[in-house]
């Protein structure tokens, strides 16, 4: 299991080296474990987080729904977050995940809702 875990890790140190995120442009990374997703917009210059958002907050008082369908939920509230603060372009930053299953409908779901990658 360490394994599997360095080589996520060192893909993530090799997507960072290429991208930046800006207060223009932040970036828009991604978490994932088994259970749960994450979405943050971070501005790399001042090292400050810009909007955050995790499934945890819309599972409060609701039926559960599969994780899928969860994260693309996600990618849409963090996309509504990111309008309010009249942020409208990002750099995507997959957390040394493949580009498929729920860090895709994350990223699609930030896409409907008017980000632009």
């Known amino acids: 299991m360490q394994e599997k875990k ?3 890790y060192n893909r993530h140190k ?3 080296a290429k991208i930046k995120g ?4 932040p970036r828009f990374s ?3 474990s088994n259970k749960h997703i994450s979405g943050q917009l971070i501005d790399d210059d001042k090292r400050t987080t810009l909007v955050s958002i ?3 907050e819309l599972k409060k008082g609701k039926t559960l729904d599969n994780k899928v ?8 509230l963090i996309a509504q977050k990111a309008s309010k603060k009249k942020i409208k372009k990002v750099v995507f ?3 040394g995940y493949r580009y498929h299953g729920r860090v895709k409908a994350m990223a699609e779901g930030a ?3 008017g980000l632009e990658f």
Do not use: C
């Not at 369908?69 to 849409?76: E, H, I, P």
């Open 6 to 8: 360095e080589k996520r």
């Open 14 to 16: 090799r997507i960072r």
């Open 22 to 25: 800006t207060k223009d442009r």
């Open 30 to 32: 991604v978490f994932r």
């Open 54 to 56: 995790s499934d945890l």
């Open 69 to 76: 369908n969860l994260a693309y939920k996600v990618g849409q």
């Open 93 to 95: 930053d997959r957390g």
């Open 111 to 113: 896409k409907k809702e």
